[in-house]
């Protein structure tokens, strides 16, 4: 799949603009979700690699879901104009946070931390697209949608319908390390 992130400069622009032109569409609510993740990269790539390499250790939490679910993946990013498609080298799926972490230390223990980050969002399905509604819980980026989609030209026909802009050309990683370190 591939998929498009953009960001929105306000939460009145996801709640007066964005949810009721989903809803007018016909889009439908598929679940609620916070996300915590722990972002890792090999050791000595430094930051740049966060846009096209990292490993990524997730707690999720979900409506409908028993418990949190906990995923260590090793992804690679390949950009194609304005989508990327993630390629998924590795992906465990745990209940309990010891054994991930055991996982992650056997597999991964070279790979250095970058940084962990917190979300919470809403999954929609509008045909065959799954929309993302997410709040990035970074001061300075906050608010994004991130659509997926099985090519650019169906991504970006989402995108004129929900008034969205432009995507974002980098991955989530990324984006919150380079605003994070400018900060600094």
């Excluded at 991130?146 to 026909?157: H, M, N, R």
């Amino acid at each position: 799949m591939r998929e498009a992130r953009y960001l929105i400069d306000r939460m009145d622009t996801v709640e007066k603009e964005i949810k009721p032109a989903l809803h007018a569409a016909g889009a439908i609510f598929k679940k609620w979700y916070a996300l915590t993740d722990m972002i890792y990269a090999p050791p000595g790539a430094g930051a740049d690699i966060l846009n096209t390499r990292y490993l990524r250790w997730r707690i999720a939490h979900a409506t409908g879901q028993d418990g949190p679910v906990i995923t260590v993946a090793n992804k690679r990013t390949v950009w194609h104009g304005d989508t990327k498609e993630d390629i998924i080298l590795v992906s465990r799926m745990f209940d309990a946070i010891e054994p991930s972490l055991n996982f992650l230390n056997e597999a991964y223990g070279a790979w250095e931390k970058q940084f962990a980050l917190s979300r919470t969002g809403t999954e929609y399905a509008l045909g065959n697209l799954r929309i993302f509604v997410e709040d990035i819980l970074v001061p300075g980026i906050r608010w994004s949608v991130e659509i997926e989609g099985p090519d650019e030209t169906v991504i970006a026909a989402c995108s004129r319908l929900l008034c969205l802009g432009d995507p974002i050309r980098e991955s989530v990683p990324s984006l919150v390390y380079r605003h994070t370190h400018a900060l600094r």
